[in-house]
């Protein structure tokens, strides 16, 4: 009996633990969403310092953006669909919301993606608005 | 969770605007690898390094399988709950590596100890999977984790695959030095095979993995290169099982070959775009397939009916091996019964001579005749004696030549003065002729020679009813011949060719003699050609006599 246990130890200790592991990762990403996630904010460029991305080197229609974390779970709990894109609520952290942080881009660091434009140089659309005030999405 | 920027996939792992390799380096290598480590199982289940081959070839399968869900899947938690398992099965692969090398180099499992130090490699691996060590949080919009890997995590399963090269690098230097020439050619196709798989799969993802977790890449596409990595290590375990057997498979290369070719037909599938090239692919497939399966067949019966005839051969060599003991104990009792008999028969023989030269008195007529037939039975029965024994001497190899220089034709000439008084008593005319052109000197064993001779007249005179038998001597080129020729009663050519197999006399041999033993003409040839000669026999059929020709060489 001791000699079989010696012999099939690897068996007997990965195969229980690997199983284990996929139960306890199952649980924590798919059923508890005890994770972080990711994902690009609204940003406007005269009013904050954003994250620039252009579609070419021309850089023609830029779009801006910041990065957003937190809770999967919040996301979870308040969007449906689990989409981001479709959740207002995923725009903006909770007061007192533990891990929901929205970074902008640091200058320091980031100075060849980080944009930050005048107020003067706003397009003025025929009625007179402004392109912040639109609501982004 | 959503990756919001892509297309959901169909199928689990189909989705547009992917690089194009992704598809080419995951699925042909997985089916190679899958088809290779099932194989073997399937030839060897109960061995050992077949099933770590086939715990490899898994382990590869679920690697590639989770990296094809992330690259085409949206949903981050499901793509957040197998991230892991990417650090899991290189950690599993790694240390496996190590174990199914060593299971191969020495045929037997490793200790209980090594199996500790394995279970320390891989324990923390699988404990800390679920932590934030191993992976904390997604990125929705590059639809991956890499920004979340924890870096000591990474770099303990990116360790375990150094430490796995290097151990295994070890193992085979090791057995290399003192290995036999097969077996160091083994080894040098399995440490090419597993060193290359280990190093660019364990290397490029790292790297890629790495760097795009820094922001470097934007992907890691890079990783698809190592991948190849595991086509190498098996196309290096396919030519050890075709070459040498190994893992105590018996393949043949038409199988393989053929198995390759419709895997690298069938990986066109991953890339060809157009419903014409996808119809041209099918084609070729099948008809590969098609003359693939027809040529396996045929090689395999083949290989079967040469498989066939090796064990027939093998099984009559065993035979052919046990027939020789037989012979060589059959004639060891005839020597030593011979022996035993050759005693009593001096003693007979010599007071037969005795009664009859009359040292004990006059003998009666009746008696006499009587005598006389004891005395010549018993001169027979000493000629058959002396045959068991020579032949026993032949085969044992203790026949002993004693070599001089003689005139060979003045022999015969002396022998057939000695024996024409037999001759005349049956109405035989015997004589000699002889037609040299030079001296006729031969160096050869003269007692030996003289026996030939004598039997082959010997034999003339019994065989031949009437008629005449003339001996006659000639030279041709660097050879003296002797031929013995009489108008006996001959032999068809099939008796001709075996009259010199022992124990083998002409079949109507009995009807003019009953005394031979069929050992004459053996032992007659095999002196010959000891002597650098021989003996032949000539006859155009039964009743039209026969020529027996002795050839010795000419001393030059």
């Known amino acids: 009996m001791v000699d079989h246990l010696k012999q099939h130890i690897l068996l007997y200790v990965l195969g229980p633990l690997l199983i284990l592991t996929v139960g306890a990762s199952y649980y924590r990403y798919m059923v508890s969403y005890d994770y972080l996630v990711r994902y690009e904010g609204d940003c406007d460029p005269y009013t904050e310092i954003c994250f620039q991305y252009c579609e070419d080197e021309s850089c023609n229609d830029p779009s801006y953006y910041t990065w957003i974390t937190r809770e999967a779970s919040v996301i979870k709990a308040n969007c449906v669909e689990n989409d981001v894109t479709l959740c207002e609520f995923a725009y903006t952290c909770e007061a007192g919301e533990e891990n929901c942080t929205i970074t902008h881009c640091d200058t320091a660091s980031d100075t060849d993606e980080c944009e930050f434009l005048e107020e003067s140089d706003r397009p003025q659309t025929e009625q007179g608005t402004s392109q912040n005030e639109e609501t982004p999405s | ?556």
Request: charged share 15%.
């Open chain 2, 1 to 556: 969770m959503i990756c919001y920027l892509y297309e959901a996939p169909t199928y689990l792992f189909f989705a547009p605007d992917l690089p194009e390799l992704l598809y080419y380096s995951h699925i042909p290598t997985t089916i190679v690898a899958l088809l290779i480590g099932f194989f073997v199982f399937y030839k060897g289940p109960t061995l050992l390094p077949n099933r770590l081959l086939l715990l490899i070839a898994i382990f590869f399968s679920v690697w590639i399988l989770v990296s094809l869900v992330s690259w085409t899947n949206i949903h981050g938690d499901l793509i957040a709950f197998i991230w892991p398992a990417f650090a899991i099965t290189a950690g599993f692969l790694a240390v496996y590596s190590i174990y199914f090398i060593y299971s191969f180099l020495y045929m037997r499992d490793v200790s209980f100890y090594m199996k500790l130090v394995f279970l320390a490699f891989l324990v923390p691996l699988l404990l800390f999977s679920v932590t934030d060590l191993s992976v904390s949080g997604f990125n929705l919009t590059d639809c991956d984790a890499f920004g979340f890997e924890g870096t000591a995590y990474k770099i303990y399963y990116t360790a375990l695959g150094f430490i796995a090269m290097g151990w295994i690098l070890i193992e085979l230097v090791k057995n290399y030095y003192t290995a036999n020439k097969n077996l160091r050619s083994q080894i040098l196709l399995m440490g090419i095979g597993v060193e290359f798989f280990l190093f660019t799969f364990i290397t490029l993802t790292f790297i890629a993995t790495y760097l795009t977790g820094l922001g470097y890449f934007q992907d890691s596409r890079l990783e698809f290169f190592g991948l190849f990595g595991m086509t190498v290590f098996m196309a290096m375990i396919g030519v050890l099982v075709v070459k040498f057997n190994s893992f105590h498979v018996s393949a043949l290369a038409a199988e393989v070959i053929i198995a390759a070719m419709i895997v690298l037909i069938g990986s066109q599938y991953a890339y060809v775009a157009t419903a014409a090239s996808q119809i041209l692919t099918t084609v070729t497939l099948t008809l590969t397939a098609i003359a693939g399966f027809v040529l396996i067949r045929s090689v395999r019966k083949e290989v079967k009916q040469r498989e066939e005839i090796e064990k027939l051969a093998q099984r009559l060599e065993k035979a052919n091996k046990r027939l020789k003991v037989l012979d060589q104990l059959k004639s060891e009792f005839v020597s030593i019964a011979s022996h035993q008999l050759r005693s009593p028969l001096t003693s007979v023989r010599g007071y037969a001579s005795m009664l009859l030269e009359g040292s004990y008195g006059k003998l009666p007529d009746k008696a006499r005749d009587a005598v006389e037939r004891i005395n010549e039975s018993s001169r027979m029965m000493a000629l058959s004696v002396e045959d068991y024994l020579n032949v026993s001497r032949i085969q044992a190899g203790n026949m002993k030549y004693v070599y001089s220089d003689f005139n060979l034709a003045d022999m015969a000439s002396r022998i057939v003065d000695d024996v024409r008084r037999d001759a005349i008593k049956k109405g035989l005319v015997l004589s000699f002729k002889s037609d040299l052109q030079g001296r006729g000197i031969v160096h050869a064993d003269k007692g030996k020679t003289m026996q030939i001779i004598h039997n082959l007249v010997n034999n003339a005179i019994k065989y031949t009813p009437k008629g005449t038998i003339t001996v006659f001597a000639y030279d041709k080129g660097k050879k003296v011949c002797i031929d013995v020729i009489d108008t006996g009663i001959g032999m068809s050519t099939e008796t001709a060719e075996h009259i010199f197999a022992k124990f083998e006399r002409a079949k109507n041999a009995n009807e003019v003699n009953v005394t031979g033993t069929g050992l004459g003409l053996y032992v007659a040839q095999k002196m010959a050609e000891e002597m650098g000669g021989g003996v032949e026999a000539f006859s155009d059929g039964e009743g039209q006599g026969s020529t027996f020709r002795l050839t010795l060489p000419l001393q030059m």
